[in-house]
């Protein structure tokens, strides 16, 4: 063998270790790169996405193309490594050449274009998808002939190949593409999205204002105190009922009886009556994605919350629902009385507050399922009605119930969580 042969040989040699290194980083980068992101910039009408998600369509050509010319290119490698090592080593070339070989393939052509291709798949991607693309073109023959048969191997296996696999992400899935956006996109903007996905696992009863918690109105007393208690509601629409909240008979929104005024009218109990609107009841335990899409389709903005009995309970509004997903973005519902920190790092809590209440203002992680309010998680663990004085340690937090009036605590002071 003369020595521009060996030079040329070598040459070659070098290029084949390439392409096959191509070959391999192309097959990683192709196959591990981020689809959704990939649909989103084709959505862009980035050329290099929409060729990148047009070999993708057919896997099986793609993949073909790629091993079909990593084959060819480690065989022809390996035929010149052995003609170079005879040429040098005589008949010991061979088995030098295999070892040789084998180690270049692996660490050159496999290992490290494979590695680059799995840390920087779009950028590998974007370099490669042209180039593979004119090779599938010409090749085509060859690729579709090889196609035929392994795909015709696989349907006698009973494998599908035009088969598209749905690629729908789950509610889990979706919550980890979430989380792993961490440090790309705001904590507000992560806590939105996480609420919206958390919506179907919170019911009304998780975020409804208590029955004796409801403001509301009794037309049976007269009418200077109702006019009076319109005046200080707290609320736009405020139920009207008749002895207790169980007896609605109606819920007024207080613009309206405003446009009453403005237009000169006296407002008396007549024409509150006319203006009141019939109230809407859900039954207790309906999810709030559900609750948000009733609201939407009936258009309405509060809904009174009935157990099993038909008793009223509690009352939910559209904001206590948007205030899942955004956070409270009007004044607090919860009182400055109700969850006071004090200097110790304690809380001094009313026992009427929601555990997803106390869980949010306090960042502390007690449990949510079961009962809904610090009062029941109390009587829970005590197992017997509460009284001042006892203590106890409710998910490695101290707990000492401070007041107890009419059965229920009115206050209760929370340590921070001890190590047991």
Do not use: C
């Given at each position: ?383 017997a009605m509460p009284v001042a004085g006892i203590g106890l340690l409710v998910a490695g937090h101290p707990i000492e119930v401070l ?18």
């Open positions: 063998m003369s020595q521009l042969q060996l030079v040329i040989f070598s040459i070659v040699l070098v290029l084949l270790v390439l392409l096959s290194g191509f070959f391999s980083a192309t097959e990683t980068a192709l196959m591990s790169i981020n689809r959704y992101r990939l649909r989103h910039k084709a959505r862009l009408n980035q050329g290099y996405a929409i060729l990148i998600l047009k070999l993708l369509k057919r896997p099986d050509r793609l993949l073909g193309m790629i091993l079909i010319g990593n084959s060819l290119a480690n065989i022809i490698a390996s035929v010149l490594s052995t003609l170079l090592a005879s040429a040098f080593f005589g008949d010991a070339g061979v088995v030098i050449a295999t070892v040789i070989l084998t180690f270049v393939i692996l660490i050159f052509a496999e290992v490290a274009p494979k590695t680059v291709a799995a840390l920087y798949p779009e950028f590998v991607s974007r370099l490669v998808a042209w180039p593979i693309y004119g090779m599938l073109v010409v090749f085509y023959p060859f690729v579709w002939f090889i196609n035929f048969i392994a795909n015709g191997v696989l349907r006698v296996l009973g494998i599908k190949i035009g088969h598209k696999y749905n690629e729908a992400l789950s509610r889990e899935e979706l919550r980890s593409v979430v989380f792993d956006t961490a440090g790309r996109m705001s904590i507000e903007y992560q806590s939105m999205l996480l609420g919206i996905l958390d919506l179907n696992q919170v019911t009304v009863d998780d975020v409804m204002i208590p029955d004796h918690e409801i403001y509301g109105i009794d037309i049976n007393q007269p009418w200077e105190d109702i006019r009076k208690q319109l005046s200080r509601s707290p609320h736009d629409w405020v139920p009207i009922y008749r002895e207790n909240i169980n007896q609605v008979i109606g819920i007024v929104h207080l613009r309206e009886l405003t446009r009453v005024l403005i237009k000169g009218h006296t407002l008396n109990e007549e024409k509150l009556l006319e203006k009141l609107h019939q109230p809407y009841f859900v039954p207790a335990g309906t999810p709030l994605n559900i609750q948000l899409m009733n609201f939407q389709q009936k258009r309405k903005r509060l809904a009174l919350i009935v157990d099993e009995y038909g008793e009223i309970h509690g009352l939910v509004t559209l904001e206590d629902i948007l205030e899942e997903i955004v956070g409270e973005f009007t004044t607090n519902k919860i009182s400055p009385n109700k969850i006071e920190q004090q200097p110790d790092g304690s809380y001094l809590v009313d026992g009427a507050v929601t555990l997803r209440e106390l869980n949010r203002v306090t960042t502390w992680q007690f449990p949510t399922v079961g009962p809904r309010t610090l009062n029941g998680l109390i009587i829970e663990e005590l197992e007041e107890v009036k009419d059965n229920r605590i009115t206050k209760a002071q929370l340590f921070p969580r001890i190590e047991v």
